[in-house]
């Protein structure tokens, strides 16, 4: 029996895809929370085969969550399970320890391929994704978008800004000085050419890093 951890800050989308798992032989839920934090505590209290875990969460998120799962059991298979799937995003969040990384948009049955997938040991990225970080590799210049010059802390924290968080709070849920925070911000503008976080979110939705309804919940969790 595979069990999984949910992982999304919507209650809607953990209830969808708890009912598509109830109907599946040898998988069940074993847990759901609605936070990276959560996602990490849980994990180091229990016992759990893979976690299907969202990108976009107020707190630290699913990449940092991510990193932070896989520091403790290296041995964590975790899915991103995300709306996003534009280079840089899925080739860091596979250098941060996933398993897996699938849209939102895929087909309940690629989900239950997935999951069996990491169980097994290997790794499963959506055929679409895979095939752009294929070519992102073969002809760079044609995939790359201004954030894949961004290390994966500095993106993290780009996905931190963009959902309305300050300096003060990233720095406690990353357990950074505020300092710290601030010099990541600084060489970020620095790399984007941009001079503020307005304009590093509007760079954001404009190149498929955030889209209408993660900024209307940034707006809801500030």
Sequence with gaps: MISVLLV???ELVRAGIRRILE???GIRVAGEVNCGEDAVKWCRSNRVDVVLMDMNMPG????EATRKIVRYNPDSRIIMLT???ENPLPA???QAGASGYLSKGAAPQEMINAIRAVYSGQRYIASDIAQQMALSQIEPDKAETPFSCLSERELQIMLMITRGQKVTEISEQLNLSPKTVNSYRYRMFSKLNISGDVELTHLAIRHGMLNAESLINSEKCV
Excluded: Q, R, Y
């Design 83 to 85: 709306i996003h799937t």
């Design 92 to 94: 860091k969040v596979m």
């Design 23 to 25: 109907d599946i032989k």
């Design 8 to 10: 999304d800050d919507h």
């Design 60 to 63: 630290i998120g699913g990449l």
